[in-house]
């Protein structure tokens, strides 16, 4: 007996979307306790499914497998080999039964009353039904055992599920209005009809054995998450979980707003560095509730805007990518190179003493703008032992071998800033003792 599961039977769906092109989908269906052993065709799976991940439960699987042997003319006719078939006549409506003989190279038919072969006879070929072994689409296939349950649980993951989160942030005079969008791309070969939907923030492990060749203005301030999600922690990543439910079609791109900042307030600077052509336009945001945000946010795209007051419209001005940011860390973007900001580095003077060697720097930070600039300067050191000597502004230790400075340079102003160095370039070796 062949027992058939469909969309149909359908009680309850629900889809995690992770980075990396795969979704878990879980689902409850109703199931007709059976008294025999049953075969049982488990239609509407996506065709991109991974058959080691499924998990079964409400009934005992003794053998499962995943058909794809799908209906065409040639595979039909050939299960109907040495089968009564029916010719019929397109003039008349006429049908006349045969046994079907053989398919190899034309039709070859054997009248059943008078036993006459007749070769590619002209006619309709018509067969009585759709041979149990033949499905028009995918399915998991289950040899299952008697049961009486009622419900059956079924899970696994497919690939051609994506998701990205994606950014619009809209500058202001010295504000910001940011919405967040998850946008689902559902190439798995099939479509999910009302599913609970979760999303992953966070890089999970996948082995990959094989290369993968199947074919991204209100005057007060607030945050939120939009109604549509709940955000919460779960392992050592974040899920994004879709109040209600959605419709996730095959071959469809679909997207669904998730976070909606205004008013936040925003840092532009300039970045340079001895190894720059032009200084870096950068925005840096903090993800914290006193800054109307406070909400992880997932890794994606942003694409940045300006307002113009001036003709009363908006600009793009560029666009970067964020990692996952977490609550109360910054958000740092570099949107482009600065037009009207000049910097230029230079070695002013060079020596050595013994294995000392001192280098004096200047950077020239000139601001071409009609309003103040803030600048930040990165110098990098390449020896592993230094001392800087003397400075005209104030500095940061990065690390081992960068320092940093900030210079807040007026409209139409330049400023200067310089430093000595001093490096110790002697060679120093470490001998251990054998521990013979």
């Given at each position: 007996?062949?027992?058939?599961?469909?969309?149909?039977?359908?009680?309850?769906?629900?889809?995690?979307?992770?980075?990396?092109?795969?979704?878990?989908?879980?689902?409850?269906?109703?199931?007709?306790?059976?008294?025999?052993?049953?075969?049982?065709?488990?239609?509407?799976?996506?065709?991109?499914i991974e058959t080691d991940s499924i998990i079964v439960s409400g009934v005992e699987v003794k053998e499962l497998n995943y058909e794809f042997d799908l209906v065409?003319?040639?595979?039909?006719?050939?299960?109907?080999?040495?089968?009564?078939?029916?010719?019929?006549?397109?003039?008349?409506n006429e049908k006349t039964e045969y046994r079907l003989l053989s398919v190899s190279g034309g039709i070859v038919l054997e009248n059943a009353a008078t036993k006459?072969?007749?070769?590619?006879?002209?006619?309709?070929?018509?067969?009585?039904?759709?041979?149990?072994?033949?499905?028009?689409?995918?399915?998991?296939?289950?040899?299952?055992?008697?049961?009486?349950?009622?419900?059956?649980?079924?899970?696994?993951?497919?690939?051609?599920?994506?998701?990205?989160?994606?950014?619009?942030?809209?500058?202001?005079?010295?504000?910001?209005?940011?919405?967040?969008?998850?946008?689902?791309?559902?190439?798995?070969?099939?479509?999910?009809?009302?599913?609970?939907?979760?999303?992953?923030?966070?890089?999970?492990?996948?082995?990959?054995?094989?290369?993968?060749?199947?074919?991204?203005?209100?005057?007060?301030?607030?945050?939120?998450?939009?109604?549509?999600?709940?955000?919460?922690?779960?392992?050592?990543?974040?899920?994004?979980?879709?109040?209600?439910?959605?419709?996730?079609?095959?071959?469809?791109?679909?997207?669904?707003?998730?976070?909606?900042?205004?008013?936040?307030?925003?840092?532009?600077?300039?970045?340079?560095?001895?190894?720059?052509?032009?200084?870096?336009?950068?925005?840096?945001?903090?993800?914290?509730?006193?800054?109307?945000?406070?909400?992880?946010?997932?890794?994606?795209?942003?694409?940045?805007?300006?307002?113009?007051?001036?003709?009363?419209?908006?600009?793009?001005?560029?666009?970067?990518?964020?990692?996952?940011?977490?609550?109360?860390?910054?958000?740092?973007?570099?949107?482009?190179?600065?037009?009207?900001?000049?910097?230029?580095?230079?070695?002013?003077?060079?020596?050595?003493?013994?294995?000392?060697?001192?280098?004096?720097?200047?950077?020239?930070?000139?601001?071409?703008?009609?309003?103040?600039?803030?600048?930040?300067?990165?110098?990098?050191?390449?020896?592993?032992?230094?001392?800087?000597?003397?400075?005209?502004?104030?500095?940061?230790?990065?690390?081992?071998?960068?320092?940093?400075?900030?210079?807040?340079?007026?409209?139409?102003?330049?400023?200067?800033?310089?430093?000595?160095?001093?490096?110790?370039?002697?060679?120093?070796?470490?001998?251990?003792?054998?521990?013979?």
């Amino acid at each position: 007996m062949v027992y058939k599961s469909s969309l149909s039977n359908t009680q309850n769906l629900s889809i995690t979307i992770y980075y990396d092109n795969f979704a878990v989908v879980k689902e409850t269906r109703e199931f007709i306790p059976q008294e025999n052993e049953t075969i049982v065709h488990y239609l509407d799976v996506a065709k991109k499914i991974e058959t080691d991940s499924i998990i079964v439960s409400g009934v005992e699987v003794k053998e499962l497998n995943y058909e794809f042997d799908l209906v065409d003319k040639y595979k039909l006719l050939e299960k109907y080999i040495d089968r009564t078939v029916f010719l019929q006549d397109l003039k008349t409506n006429e049908k006349t039964e045969y046994r079907l003989l053989s398919v190899s190279g034309g039709i070859v038919l054997e009248n059943a009353a008078t036993k006459e072969i007749v070769l590619d006879a002209p006619g309709e070929i018509i067969l009585p039904k759709l041979p149990d072994e033949l499905i028009v689409k995918p399915a998991l296939v289950w040899k299952v055992a008697p049961s009486n349950t009622k419900t059956i649980n079924v899970s696994y993951i497919t690939k051609g599920i994506r998701w990205e989160s994606n950014y619009v942030l809209n500058l202001k005079n010295d504000t910001f209005d940011l919405a967040g969008w998850i946008e689902i791309e559902n190439n798995s070969g099939t479509a999910f009809h009302d599913a609970k939907l979760k999303v992953l923030a966070g890089d999970v492990n996948r082995v990959e054995e094989v290369a993968d060749y199947d074919i991204e203005p209100v005057l007060y301030s607030r945050t939120r998450m939009e109604e549509n999600f709940e955000e919460k922690s779960f392992a050592d990543y974040h899920i994004y979980t879709l109040r209600g439910t959605t419709t996730l079609k095959d071959n469809q791109e679909k997207q669904i707003k998730f976070i909606e900042v205004e008013n936040g307030v925003f840092k532009r600077y300039y970045e340079f560095d001895s190894y720059s052509d032009h200084p870096k336009v950068m925005l840096e945001i903090k993800n914290s509730v006193a800054n109307h945000m406070g909400i992880p946010l997932p890794k994606g795209k942003i694409k940045v805007y300006q307002e113009d007051t001036e003709e009363n419209t908006t600009e793009f001005i560029g666009e970067d990518r964020i990692s996952h940011t977490a609550k109360d860390e910054k958000v740092s973007l570099y949107i482009g190179n600065a037009f009207d900001i000049v910097c230029e580095s230079k070695i002013l003077k060079r020596y050595k003493m013994k294995n000392y060697e001192y280098e004096k720097h200047e950077y020239i930070l000139k601001n071409r703008k009609s309003e103040n600039a803030l600048i930040k300067i990165n110098h990098y050191i390449s020896e592993r032992f230094w001392k800087i000597e003397e400075s005209t502004d104030e500095f940061k230790e990065v690390d081992t071998n960068h320092i940093e400075f900030w210079a807040d340079v007026s409209a139409g102003e330049e400023k200067t800033i310089s430093f000595g160095i001093t490096s110790d370039r002697s060679i120093y070796m470490e001998i251990k003792k054998s521990e013979d």
